[in-house]
């Protein structure tokens, strides 16, 4: 069973451009969950979400900040007009139905510079 | 809100040296709490786990007690080797409207040596 899937790896884009991030679920997981890392610091919430449902968006920037999860397909973080600050690493987690109890398997993250 | 509070670091240990990583919590209700591991380059692992009160996590050697009265998850390891040099991330999960989201410490770096 493959682990949770995150592409790409490293991301490189100028301010202004868009960055979009993908994740792909364990097989079975039907629950996704967005964190951001900013350098030297731990993993923030961003958002989480069921197939082609927002569930929780409390941590997500109010502007520029997107997600989806739609039924076919990975899930979608997308980042428009990206600027210095948003360099960071975003790891994606995934977890079965009862997401309350089940524990949260990570990809590998993607990292985000902003030159 | 719910949050995490790591003991400053990094940490550097002699390999075989004693092992210990604070961690306090602050939350409503009764978390469950978590030790995650990330090795240069990859995501987070989770290393171990409580859910409630007096229970012990343990995995690979490292252990850590849940501690209501004190609101503390303390990682502790007997004897490290250079393989466990990573990040280790104390994080807990609160059940009620936070739909099960993890809050992460700081993290603490640990670097062991020969």
């Known amino acids: 069973n493959a682990g949770v899937m995150q592409n790409p790896r490293h991301l490189v884009r100028r301010r202004g451009q868009e960055a979009r991030l993908r994740c792909s679920p364990m097989k079975g997981h039907s629950h996704v969950y967005w964190y951001r890392q900013l350098p030297e610091e731990g993993l923030k919430f961003m958002v989480y979400?069921?197939?082609?449902?927002?569930?929780?968006e409390s941590g997500m920037p109010k502007e520029r900040f997107s997600a989806e999860f739609p039924k076919e397909g990975p899930s979608i973080l997308r980042i428009q007009q990206v600027v210095r600050g948003d360099s960071a690493a975003y790891f994606c987690?995934?977890?079965?139905?009862?997401?309350?109890?089940?524990?949260?398997?990570f990809g590998p993250g993607t990292r985000l510079t902003v030159t | 809100g719910d949050s995490v509070t790591q003991m400053e670091g990094p940490v550097t240990l002699s390999e075989e040296a004693f092992l210990t990583i604070n961690c306090t919590y602050t939350?409503?209700?009764?978390?469950?709490l978590f030790w995650y591991v990330q090795y240069p380059g990859e995501g987070l692992q989770l290393l171990l786990k409580a859910t409630k009160a007096d229970d012990k996590g343990s995995n690979k050697g490292f252990e850590a007690t849940y501690r209501k009265e004190t609101t503390s998850f303390h990682l502790e390891k007997g004897s490290v080797q250079v393989s466990d040099s990573a990040v280790y991330f104390c994080a807990l999960k609160n059940g009620g409207t936070s739909y099960g989201k993890l809050t992460f410490g700081q993290g603490t770096i640990l670097t062991v040596h020969p």
């Open positions: 987690a995934s977890s079965p139905p009862g997401a309350e109890t089940y524990e949260q398997y």
């Open positions: 979400l069921q197939k082609e449902n927002i569930i929780d």
């Open positions: 939350a409503t209700g009764y978390p469950s």
